[in-house]
């Protein structure tokens, strides 16, 4: 019997089956079943198996020492908090995939960074969404005149490539992956099998002629970007803007970066001539804070290499549930509900009749766990209704036997704290050990369980 020459592949997990699924068996999405011709994945096989001759590669291996390496191998963007996440600029050669929401900014900010670009090298714009007139008036809205920024409509991915190696331009930018198509595949635009080919034709396009190239790629309802995982496997580099609709601060996070840190962020401000840089994210994280109201504490996380000052907002009331409420934006759910098992179990403080809402203001997220105490000193001021001195700032992890356990970049959290005019800072008394109180104008108070925290408030 004849084997199928259909496949049968998820289009969010890349899971493939020789038979249609309703529900896909790895990641469980419903529906996501796309067909594919399985002829290109058959003669990708060793072909051995067919009797042909193997091309041999040995001239090509190169000896780890000799292989050079320039001097400047990357590209200032002109955008700093871009450079950061990047780990110091667009790297040669690279294809990094810049994903968000739709209206987030993902093609404002890379129209900005052709200005600068433009100033030095050439970049070849290449729309499948907008038309050359519609680029252009955005363009004038953000004060983007360089004479080389080349813009290019076209959604065939196989001309586009074509396109770059014969213009090699020094930057190229694909907006967006998921209206480019190769023609001799089937399936329609958007699809597992078109993302894949045509990210797989601009990786191999931007190695060959060492062209960085940036893709943007659109998000699903999930916040994850559409296509398969393979595609993230496929770039250098993914990026992710974050950030809430009506607010206009907005946040980007490197998930893999093969040329730099992927614990860096860059943050960012909506205005109307397009994205401003906030080069004091903490300043910008504690504008706003209410004078004398229990229920908030500033912690002090670390992104990457940079400490940041973000505020915890907890409000505890009574529940007209059986069951109480627990509603957290920008903190680990399952997190909060080990911090309330701690306080009630070693403090006493009972939250079974209590609706608990936390939130971190300025749509920040803590995902560090030196955030557990400034969450701990929120639900305990809010529930006692103790007012948290406001030049107050406190970091530390949290264990289950109420300890507050030693976290690493003491020595940076305490400078920022002292740098932005607070005057009191509550570290984990492990910690003391890496540093000396006197060199520093901010009161440092070492506290070992969740108890002596308290007694500060």
Not at 100 to 116: D, H, M, N, R, V
Not at 398 to 422: C, D, P
């Amino acid at each position: 019997m004849a084997k199928s020459r259909f496949i049968y592949t998820c289009n969010q997990c890349g899971y493939e089956s020789s038979k249609w699924n309703g529900k896909c068996p790895s990641c469980g999405a419903w529906n996501s079943f796309e067909e594919e011709i399985s002829e290109s994945r058959a003669s990708s096989r060793g072909s051995t198996a067919t009797g042909n001759a193997v091309m041999d590669l040995s001239d090509k291996i190169l000896e780890l020492e000799n292989i050079g390496v320039d001097d400047d191998v990357r590209y200032d963007t002109g955008v700093g908090e871009l450079n950061r996440v990047l780990g110091g600029g667009l790297v040669k050669g690279s294809l990094v995939l810049l994903g968000g929401e739709p209206g987030i900014g993902k093609s404002t900010i890379l129209l900005q960074i052709c200005q600068f670009l433009g100033k030095e090298h050439s970049v070849l714009y290449v729309s499948g969404e907008e038309s050359a007139r519609q680029i252009k008036l955005r363009a004038q809205r953000l004060g983007v005149d360089t004479e080389n920024l080349y813009i290019l409509t076209a959604t065939d991915a196989e001309a586009v490539a074509d396109t770059i190696v014969q213009c090699a331009p020094d930057i190229a930018i694909i907006d967006s992956i998921q209206t480019m198509s190769i023609s001799s595949i089937s399936s329609s635009p958007g699809s597992l099998t078109q993302v894949r080919e045509c990210t797989n034709l601009f990786m191999h396009t931007a190695k060959n002629q060492e062209i960085p190239v940036i893709i943007v790629g659109h998000v699903n309802k999930d916040g994850a970007i559409a296509g398969p995982k393979v595609m993230e496997h496929i770039v250098d580099a993914v990026l992710y803007f974050e950030g809430e609709r009506h607010q206009s601060y907005r946040l980007l996070r490197a998930v893999k970066n093969r040329f730099g840190s992927t614990n860096e962020i860059g943050v960012f401000e909506m205005i109307d001539k397009g994205l401003r840089e906030v080069e004091n994210p903490s300043q910008m994280l504690l504008s706003g804070r209410p004078l004398d109201v229990s229920g908030t504490c500033v912690a002090c996380v670390m992104e990457g290499t940079r400490p940041i000052l973000a505020e915890v907002q907890a409000l505890a009331s009574k529940t007209s549930y059986s069951v109480p409420r627990r509603m957290v934006t920008g903190f680990d759910f399952n997190r909060l509900h080990i911090i309330i098992a701690v306080l009630e179990k070693r403090l006493g403080i009972h939250l079974n009749t209590l609706d608990v809402y936390l939130n971190i203001v300025g749509g920040f997220r803590l995902d560090e766990p030196a955030g557990d105490l400034p969450v701990a000193m929120a639900l305990y001021s809010g529930i006692m209704d103790k007012q948290i001195n406001r030049s107050l700032v406190a970091f530390g992890e949290i264990g289950l036997g109420g300890e507050i356990r030693s976290v690493s970049h003491i020595v940076q959290r305490v400078k920022e704290a002292e740098r932005m005019g607070f005057e009191v800072c509550i570290v984990p008394k492990q910690s003391l050990s890496g540093i000396n109180p006197n060199d520093y104008t901010i009161k440092i108070i070492g506290a070992s369980s969740l108890a002596e925290a308290f007694r500060q408030i």
